[in-house]
């Protein structure tokens, strides 16, 4: 290989091993740190969120993980919410927090799979997720207050889903 050539090569695989080692900053509102969360506010969010339908396996424990997501690539099983230590959330920061909500990085540096719709959250105000994060059971140490929403959902979503199907097919039919 001509010495220029394995110059380049240096350098791109530099340039790649910084850019995949680098661990992004959260932009945060320095205001946070003088606001007191709202909890009720954050168990709205929760609910908003659907936390609950990704993050608890069936018949698996409210927000313990382990629900498969089959993909192209294979299966995806979603993560541990919980505020154990060892498998969830427990040791986040709310920097951490903002960071994995955000940007789609955990703490150790690790990027998410896309299968975690962090993109979607990008824009979610600084307030939001500091309810959010008050609210999680890794602040409050508590999963089993944390709602079961799936029969009140899936009704709202039957509901819209038939809205959508009806619209649907009275544009086809006309």
Not at 41 to 66: K, M, N, P, Q
Request: aromatic content about 8%.
């Amino acid at each position: 290989m001509h010495p220029s050539r394995h110059r380049k090569t240096e350098i791109g695989v530099i340039a790649v091993a910084a850019i995949a080692l680098y661990i992004p900053e959260p932009d945060i509102s320095p205001a946070i740190a003088q606001r007191q969360p709202s909890v009720a506010r954050g168990e709205y969010i929760a609910v908003l969120g659907d936390c609950v339908a990704c993050h608890t396996a069936g018949g698996g424990r409210t927000l313990a993980g382990g629900l498969p997501f089959p993909t192209p690539v294979g299966t995806i099983y979603s993560t541990d919410i919980t505020p154990d230590r060892e498998y969830g959330i427990g040791d986040y920061t709310l920097k951490d927090f903002f960071r994995l909500m955000r940007l789609g990085v955990k703490p150790d540096g690790a990027r998410l799979y896309p299968a975690m719709p962090y993109t979607a959250y990008a824009k979610t105000s600084d307030q939001d997720l500091q309810d959010l994060f008050a609210y999680a059971p890794c602040s409050r140490g508590d999963c089993a207050t944390m709602p079961t929403i799936h029969a009140t959902l899936t009704v709202v979503m039957f509901a819209w889903m038939r809205s959508i199907i009806v619209l649907s097919e009275s544009k086809q039919s006309a």
